[in-house]
Structures are given as structure tokens and as C-alpha cells.
């Protein structure tokens, strides 16, 4: 891997890394995946990832697709290499103080398609101290390419327009590009850029699909921005990874559990917004959800979910809730709660943070996590 000048990165604002693909083949994982699925649904099989649209007449769900990714990067082949990869970017280029973000982004954009309006990361909340990774899977042109700010001085420069303009959308977008020029790297190469660096795509007129993934990784949990640590690993975890016992490692495999779907006033969030997101990750995860279940709202000593982490429902392995916000920042309420479902041998599972409760070193996660949130 060669050595990026973190300097020259702030400098700049954009940088290239290389990587090697036999060491860390994200492609032919992705590749085969996908071909099982086509098989499951009596498709026929492609040879490269750019071809995924040649199935369209038979099958054009690429939203589908794009989550399958999404739980493969979740799976545990996945994440023994990209955790990997992490490590020796962040051994490079980085401080061991430095965080990984989970699981990292998946993007398909066939033909015809668009995908990102332009932007900069600043504006979905990544602080200064962010870095994103881009990672094309595919063969790229500028007909189906990723564009971005030729400098960061002109980034910068159009950012402060913006501020000064009540501009629509699409003035953005028109602004932005002309601005931008075409990412042109290889399969092999990751583009890093930092977060006030101006990019997004344009309607893809190449014969190709782009097949991506991008991944963030911030030099310290002293400035997350306006993102959760739970979000990240950090440098420990990496360099234990295949040691540790916790749900972060085989949280892929839960299709043996029988869980109660739960819902409470959580901030306001409604409780059919909760259960359906509860839902969604029941079903990537192939967790059978034995029933929905809502707090009794006057209550606030959580008598409902008590009763289905308690001994009095032998039937369910524990509950599926939709945030750690149930507690409302309650750290002693919550460590009750916890230490309950552990003496019972039940699991909860958080779907927002994407965070399983089943031993002590989960829960002392999960509270750290509160707690961070809190301060």
C-alpha cells in the first residue's frame, strides 16, 4: 500500500491509495453473492458486476440488490477483510486513535441511472477530522464515474457561495459540476477525500454498471461530528478482532433466535416507524419475530419489556427494539435492564445502532455508547 501524506491530504483535500485485490478480493465476494441470488430466483449468472443490468428485463430491483450488499457487508467474510484493509490504512496513514466506520456504504448505479445529487460529507454531519474512501468495484469512464472538485481551494470557495444563496437543487447540482471533474481510478485504488471536497454523480450514459462502496474513517472520537460512536470500530477492535467475543463479530448469524419486536414512546418516534425498521433488520438478519409489542406508555420502569427479557416468557430469546433512545439517556434504568436479560439468557438487539446485547462486554459497550451520546 503506498503512502499517503495525510498533510498533503488536509492540503489538498484528495488523495489515491492503492490496495491489493488478491489480498483483499471484495470483488469476487460481491461477485459470488450475487450469482447465488440470481440462482435463487432462477436468473441467469453474470460474468462481471458492471453486467448486473443485463438482467433487467427479468429483474430490475437494484435497491434489492443494493441492500443484499449491505448484508453482506455486514457477514463475517466480509468484515475479516475490510477490517483488515482498515487496519493497515489506518497503520499508514493514521494514529491508533483513529476510527473505522462499520459497514461500509454500498452504491450500484446501472445505465440510465442517477444516483447522488452533489454535495460535501459536511453537510450530513462528518466533522473535520473525517476522511472518505472510495472503492470502485467496476471498470469506470467519465460517462459513469464519480466526479469531484478539482481542488480544495475551489471546493471551499463554492461551499461559501452556497451559504451566501438560497440556490435550489438543481442550481447546486449545475454549480457543482462545473466545478468537478471525472474520478478515473482503477479497481485496486481507493480515492480518499475529505469531507468539505464537493462530489456526486451524473446520470450513467456508459453500457457499464458502477458497482462501488465508500467507508469513512475519523482520526478520533474527539470529533465524531454529528455521528454516533456506534457507527465505528476502533483500533483495538481491529487488532483483536478474530479474539474477541462479542456480537459485533457474529452478529450475521442470528437465525436461530425467536424475538419479540418491541416499541415505546422513544423520543417521539411513532411506533410504526420503530417496528418497521425492527422489521427490516429481523428479516436481513433472518431472525423470526414472534409477535409486535408496545410499552405501556405511563410507566417508565419498562414493565413490558422486562416481562419478555424476564424468566416469565421461557418461549422467546429476548427483543428486538428500535434504538438505545428507549432509555431516554437513563444509564442506570438501561444497565438494569441489561443485567436482567443477561441473568435470564436473553439478547437484546438495537436496530438504529446495530448493537446485540448478550454478555458483559456488550453491555459495557452499550452503555459507553450512551454515555457518549449523553456528553
Excluded at 474512501?133 to 469512464?141: E, G, R
Excluded at 467507508?215 to 474477541?244: A, E, M, P, Q, T
Excluded at 450475521?252 to 411513532?270: A, M, Q, T
Aim: hydrophobic content about 35%.
Amino acid at each position: 500500500m503506498n503512502n499517503v501524506n495525510i498533510k498533503h491530504l488536509m492540503e489538498d483535500g484528495q488523495s489515491i491509495i492503492d490496495f491489493d485485490t488478491k489480498s483483499y478480493n471484495f470483488y469476487k465476494l460481491i461477485l459470488d453473492d450475487f450469482n447465488k441470488f440470481f440462482d435463487e430466483k432462477s436468473l441467469p449468472a453474470i460474468n462481471k458486476l458492471s453486467e448486473i443490468h443485463k438482467n433487467e428485463s427479468q429483474f430490475n430491483d437494484f435497491e434489492g440488490l443494493r441492500q443484499r450488499m449491505f448484508s453482506l457487508f455486514r457477514g463475517k467474510k466480509f468484515q475479516d477483510i475490510y477490517c483488515k484493509l482498515g487496519k493497515e490504512i489506518i497503520d499508514n496513514h493514521y494514529s491508533k486513535n483513529a476510527l473505522i466506520q462499520k459497514t461500509p456504504t454500498a452504491r450500484i448505479q446501472p445505465p440510465q441511472y442517477m444516483t447522488t445529487s452533489f454535495h460535501c460529507d459536511a453537510w450530513y454531519g462528518h466533522s473535520e477530522l473525517t476522511t472518505s474512501f472510495w472503492v470502485p468495484l467496476t471498470k469506470i469512464n467519465e460517462n459513469n464515474t464519480l466526479y469531484m472538485a478539482k481542488d480544495r481551494a475551489s471546493s471551499k470557495e463554492t461551499l461559501m457561495s452556497f451559504k451566501k444563496n438560497n440556490y435550489d437543487l438543481g442550481q447546486i447540482n449545475d454549480i457543482s459540476k462545473s466545478i468537478c471533474e471525472p474520478v478515473l481510478i482503477n479497481y485496486g485504488q481507493i480515492k480518499s477525500f475529505m469531507p468539505d471536497m464537493i462530489h456526486g454523480a451524473v446520470p450513467n450514459t456508459s453500457n457499464r454498471t458502477r458497482v462501488t462502496f465508500d467507508f469513512r474513517i475519523v482520526s478520533s472520537r474527539d470529533d465524531l461530528g454529528h455521528k454516533s460512536i456506534s457507527n465505528y470500530y476502533d483500533y483495538n477492535y481491529l487488532l483483536n478482532k478474530d479474539s474477541l467475543n462479542s456480537s459485533d463479530e457474529s452478529i450475521d448469524d442470528l437465525s436461530d433466535l425467536r424475538l419479540v419486536s418491541y416499541s415505546n414512546s422513544c423520543r417521539g418516534v411513532n411506533a410504526k416507524s420503530q417496528l418497521t425498521l425492527c422489521a427490516g433488520i429481523a428479516q436481513d438478519r433472518k431472525i423470526n419475530i414472534t409477535r409486535n409489542e408496545s410499552e405501556i406508555y405511563v410507566f417508565s420502569h419498562l414493565p413490558v419489556l422486562r416481562y419478555y427479557l424476564g424468566e416469565e416468557s421461557p418461549e422467546t430469546n429476548g427483543v428486538i427494539a428500535f434504538s438505545l433512545d428507549i432509555f431516554e439517556n437513563d444509564i442506570s434504568l438501561a444497565k438494569k435492564v441489561f443485567e436482567l436479560a443477561l441473568k435470564n439468557n436473553k439478547v437484546i438487539l438495537f436496530a438504529a445502532e446495530d448493537i446485540l446485547i448478550r454478555n458483559n462486554n456488550d453491555l459495557t459497550k452499550a452503555i459507553n455508547i450512551m454515555l457518549n451520546n449523553k456528553n
